[in-house]
């Protein structure tokens, strides 16, 4: 979605890809969690679009990842358990290859919170406590 920025082609990363330090991406990367763990799922998605948008390898795959992830429970939230399922399912894949720990969180636990989460969500009429990022020290 595309709401309040202007139309550009996803792989013209040349607005912004030059100043985008790592100092950016980090202050990035931690107010997607903050959104995340506040149960912004939509504004976390577009926070962390702007930096899946430029990077490269495994962490344009991790953002991915995290994309998906949250997408994933915004689909729960709205009642849609087929679309939560299968797109968890593209999500855990991304993710899952990655260790337990990695920048900076605890991405295992978040696997198994998102995991539960909807599990629990498609048993039941009421949506559990949405899942949280542990950020590690």
Request: aromatic content about 8%; some cysteine; proline content about 3%.
């Given at each position: 979605?595309?709401?309040?920025?202007?139309?550009?082609?996803?792989?013209?990363?040349?607005?912004?890809?030059?100043?985008?330090?790592?100092?950016?991406?980090?202050?990035?990367?931690?107010?997607g969690v903050a959104l995340f763990n506040?149960?912004?799922?939509?504004?976390?998605h577009e926070v962390w679009e702007e930096?899946?948008?430029?990077?490269?390898?495994?962490?344009?795959?991790?953002?991915?990842?995290?994309?998906?992830?949250?997408?994933?429970?915004?689909?729960?939230?709205?009642?849609?358990?087929?679309?939560?399922?299968?797109?968890?399912?593209?999500?855990?894949?991304?993710?899952a290859m990655l260790p337990a720990r990695?920048?900076?969180?605890?991405?295992?636990?978040?696997?198994?919170?998102?995991?539960?989460?909807?599990?629990?969500?498609?048993?039941?009429?009421?949506?559990?406590?949405?899942?949280?990022?542990?950020?590690?020290?």
């Amino acid at each position: 979605m595309n709401e309040g920025r202007p139309n550009r082609d996803k792989n013209d990363k040349s607005d912004l890809h030059d100043t985008l330090d790592k100092n950016d991406f980090d202050e990035a990367f931690e107010r997607g969690v903050a959104l995340f763990n506040r149960g912004d799922f939509f504004a976390c998605h577009e926070v962390w679009e702007e930096l899946w948008l430029r990077s490269t390898g495994a962490e344009k795959i991790f953002y991915q990842g995290l994309i998906q992830t949250a997408a994933a429970i915004l689909h729960a939230e709205r009642g849609n358990s087929r679309g939560a399922s299968s797109t968890w399912r593209k999500a855990h894949a991304k993710l899952a290859m990655l260790p337990a720990r990695h920048q900076g969180i605890a991405l295992g636990e978040l696997l198994d919170a998102v995991a539960k989460f909807l599990t629990d969500a498609s048993a039941s009429a009421e949506l559990p406590a949405r899942p949280r990022i542990v950020v590690c020290e």
